[in-house]
């Protein structure tokens, strides 16, 4: 058995804990992989984050014509050559994986690198399922960084059709004519307007009443009336069996006025994911995890067990790369400085959802701050009230701020429509750094007829004390 001065567990993330400051340590990656393609590089890289907003950006461009025609533009899409969209995106994709994986193994001669599935076998011990058969590895310190997977619904049927997840679904041979989305969060949310703008008919089908109910009521409200125009919205069913048909599935669902059927080519299953805290066999070790699978950690990041930590989807319930990034920073001074620990700031932790329209979000929502009784007062301005707003006709879109009515400081940030990731970020900086409502809107210029005016008049629009 080797034993290491580090074991890292995952390649996302974790692999950015690895400079120049490590080069006297022995140090083991460990990477299981995801599917049958590269996967050096984590979630983020191969299956989330980056292929999806690539393939976004394409569905704006692919949107224009719909754009076009209130501005008094006649456009018009004449090709959607998927191959080539879906190539481009995974010819970046998977070189950088492949170069990221080449840099570890060949340029680092302190890391070696195995590739296969982890599992503890004791403290800080751990059987790796290599090619050439299971390896038997040790280290003083472990730093599981290993991700998460899709989550598979128990549906009767479902083990006897084929189906995509987000980790398989970007990498189609073709585009379906129709395709089922399973799920309203904001995996189906994104993908519906990824295929939905390139020309696939899209059945979203949920549970829920609404589309991203984990959103701010009037933000949800609003984006399930908006998927509704645009796809087969299906809210408030129960999928009661699937099974193949010749050209796709079927699909039964019981919903509101009983028994449905639906039929397309595609099937996407998008109803969350989970820990890959189970494949670690983690009880072995000593490390303790929660009901839902997440990996028990402290505010410094250190789990139940000595000498081991961890970062990102597999113990954060923020499971967001820019969380993974901060966690990862965290965890690599906390490894060279263990006399000196810092903390994990997830005070104002923002997030975005990639469809159509945008949404980003920061700090509570109105039912939250009803909920925990918090005194607050809002405001809301919509798109259409700020000349850039006018610009782009937008009658939909609109900013949500909640704050507190004594001290003017920020408690949540809410806003649906045109580069919403974009124009929420100085309302994320406000947060960070304790600057209050009226400060922020007056104490600096704000470049008319710009679209962050949306920012400044919801700011100016709160009835504070």
Known sequence: ????????????????????????????????????????????????????????????????????????????????????????????????????????????????????????????????????????????????????????????????????????????????????????GFIGAEFAHIFSALGVRVTMVGRSGRVLRNEDTDVSERFTELAARQWDLRPNRRETGVEPTESGVRLHLDGPEGAEIVEGQTLLVATGRRPNSDLLDTAAAGIETAENGKIKVDSTQRTSAEGVWALGDISSDHELKHVANHEERVVQHNLLHPEEPVESDHRFVPHAVFSDPQIASVGLTEQQAVERGVRHVTATQDYGGIAYGWAMEDTTGFAKLLADPSTGKLLGAHIIGPQAPTVIQPLIQAMAFGIDARSMARGQYWIHPAMPELVENALLGLPLD
């Not at 690895?18 to 022995?26: I, K, P, Q």
């Not at 704006?60 to 533009?73: I, M």
């Not at 995509?164 to 395709?179: A, G, I, K, W």
Request: glycine letters at 10%.
């Open 1 to 184: 058995m080797r034993h290491f001065d580090l074991i890292i567990i995952g390649t996302g993330s974790g692999n950015a804990i690895l400079d120049e400051r490590f080069a006297d340590w022995d140090v083991a990656v460990v990477e299981k992989g995801v599917g049958s393609h590269a996967s050096y590089g984590g979630t983020c890289l191969n299956v989330g984050c980056i292929p999806t907003k690539m393939f976004v950006h394409t569905a704006d461009v692919a949107n224009a014509p719909r754009s076009g025609e209130r501005l008094g533009v006649g456009l018009r899409l004449d090709e959607v050559r998927w191959p080539e969209i879906r190539d481009r995106v995974f010819g970046r994709i998977d070189t950088i994986a492949e170069s990221g994986k080449r840099f570890r193994r060949d340029e680092n001669p302190n890391v070696t690198l195995y590739e296969g599935l982890a599992r503890f076998t004791a403290p800080r011990e751990l059987s790796v399922e290599t090619p050439g058969g299971p390896t038997t590895i040790s280290a003083d310190r472990v730093v599981l960084a290993a991700g998460g997977r899709p989550v598979i619904p128990e549906i009767p049927g479902i083990d006897n059709v084929d189906y995509h997840t987000s980790d398989s679904v970007m990498r189609l041979e073709r585009l379906p004519e129709h395709m089922i989305i399973l799920g309203t």
